[in-house]
């Protein structure tokens, strides 16, 4: 079975203030008489569900088209959180075991939310749970907020903990109605040089017995 677990790209699509929405200008058109029908995007890279590349907050980090791939394909734990507000710490995920994982998928009330409707607070990262999940061998951190740093966040302390540690993260997943557990998952980047993040499909399917 495949949970789709990416937030859906419209015009009206919530994105952070001063950022660019997602817009769409007809090139060529069926109903114009042409062969076919041709767009133009424009879009911000953090719009919906996407995956952070180091260059978003590190001037010489990694773009899209250079971050560890592997880290975005493979086994993953769902684990729903009761925080909706703060930064999450070890403690909070003392109802799972986490031992041997290699992604974390962080579910909490803001899979509830429409694609247009922006969280008024967010259950952050804290850098002693990126420390600890590092410490477990972890490849990837995600999470349906839109950010794992504060909203108020001038530092970016987990970003810049998640590079230090060598893992990555997804940004605005979308887990409603998907069951915590064990799945695959695949949320590959676009092979994009020169932007600050990508876009990405992110699926979650079911392990064979």
């Known amino acids: 079975m495949i949970y789709d677990v ?4 419209s015009p009206k ?8 929405p997602y817009s769409v200008v007809p ?10 029908n041709l767009v133009t995007m424009t879009l911000s890279p953090h719009i919906g569900t996407h995956a952070d590349a180091y260059f978003h907050y590190v001037a010489d980090g990694d773009h899209p088209a250079t971050m560890p791939l592997e880290a975005y ?10 925080k909706r507000d703060g930064q999450l710490v070890p403690e909070d995920f003392d109802h799972v075991d986490l031992k041997g994982g290699e992604r974390l998928l962080i579910h909490s009330y803001v899979s509830d ?19 600890w999940l590092a410490e477990m061998g972890y490849k990837l951190i995600g999470t ?3 950010s794992v740093d504060p909203y108020d966040s001038k530092t970016l302390d987990a970003h810049h903990a998640l590079r230090h540690y060598g893992l ?4 605005h997943l979308r887990f409603l109605n998907v069951p915590d557990g064990d799945y695959e998952l695949i949320a590959l980047p676009l092979c994009l040089d020169l932007a600050c993040g990508s876009p ?3 699926i979650l399917r079911t392990l064979s017995s």
Do not use: K, Y
């Open 6 to 9: 990416t937030r859906t790209v």
């Open 13 to 20: 699509t919530h994105v952070w203030e001063g950022d660019t």
């Open 27 to 36: 090139v060529m058109s069926i109903a114009q008489g042409q062969s076919v």
């Open 73 to 82: 394909l493979g086994r993953a734990r769902l684990v729903t959180v009761s």
């Open 113 to 131: 939310l429409e694609d247009t409707e922006w969280p008024p607070v967010i259950p952050a990262l804290s850098v002693a749970l990126i420390s």
């Open 144 to 146: 349906d907020a839109p």
């Open 168 to 171: 990555v993260n997804l940004e």
């Open 200 to 202: 990405v499909r992110a």
